[in-house]
């Protein structure tokens, strides 16, 4: 009987050997792989966190350009706007022969044959070259004209009028009018470009 119960205890205590022998085995197999596993998504993650991090970068940078390319504009702008400011500012402070040799150009392009009123501003009455201009022109174009001066709105430059239909030559009216086409100019003289 003691061989029998010995021969079960070794047989059992085989068994049981083999069995934690093959327990140890897959644990062994298993945690390696669980390993392995644990590498691969960490590698994912660290591939995922690096993709993610360089977007942000790219990101942050083209903001940062958008920013300095918005600024640059405005600031362009604001140059833009005193150099057009300033040319309006000069052109209204002409005097003397500068302010009747404009006067003069403007009215030679606009002079037709017919009769005509032009409205001068009470206080910058033509000299008397200009009056003699005036009157060069007028009969070079076939065009009577009498001058008046009482209009509070011409505070520069001249209102012409032919019958019922009035052209608004102040240096205001003809800024306002031209006044993209002097701001492309003003830009590529400052810059080189058209803004």
């Given at each position: 009987?003691?061989?029998?119960?010995?021969?079960?205890?070794?047989?059992?205590?085989?068994?049981?050997?083999?069995?934690?022998?093959?327990?140890?085995?897959?644990?062994?197999?298993?945690l390696a792989e669980t390993e392995k596993e644990c590498e691969r998504i960490e590698a994912e993650e660290h591939k995922k966190c690096d993709?993610?991090?360089?977007?942000?970068?790219?990101?942050?940078?083209?903001?940062?350009?958008?920013?300095?390319?918005?600024?640059?504009?405005?600031?362009k702008q604001e140059i833009l706007t005193g150099a057009v400011n300033n040319?309006?500012?000069?052109?209204?402070?002409?005097?003397?022969?500068?302010?009747?040799?404009?006067?003069?150009?403007?009215?030679?392009?606009?002079?037709?044959?017919?009769?005509?009123?032009?409205?001068?501003?009470?206080?910058?009455?033509?000299?008397?070259?200009?009056?003699?201009?005036?009157?060069?022109?007028?009969?070079?174009?076939g065009c009577t004209y009498s001058l008046a001066y009482d209009r509070d709105s011409v505070k520069d430059g001249f209102v012409l009028v032919y019958g019922g239909i009035e052209e608004n030559c102040t240096f205001e009216a003809l800024f306002n009018e031209r006044k993209s086409e002097i701001t492309d100019y003003a830009a590529q003289l400052l810059f080189g470009t058209e803004e």
């Open positions: 009987m003691k061989k029998i119960t010995d021969s079960i205890m070794l047989e059992a205590k085989q068994a049981a050997e083999k069995t934690a022998a093959e327990a140890k085995y897959d644990a062994e197999r298993l993709a993610e991090r360089q977007r942000l970068i790219k990101r942050c940078a083209s903001a940062r350009a958008s920013r300095q390319r918005t600024r640059l504009l405005e600031v040319a309006y500012g000069e052109m209204t402070s002409l005097s003397g022969e500068e302010y009747d040799e404009i006067i003069g150009k403007l009215l030679a392009s606009r002079l037709r044959s017919g009769e005509c009123v032009i409205y001068f501003p009470a206080d910058r009455k033509p000299s008397r070259a200009l009056e003699k201009e005036l009157k060069k022109l007028a009969e070079n174009a």
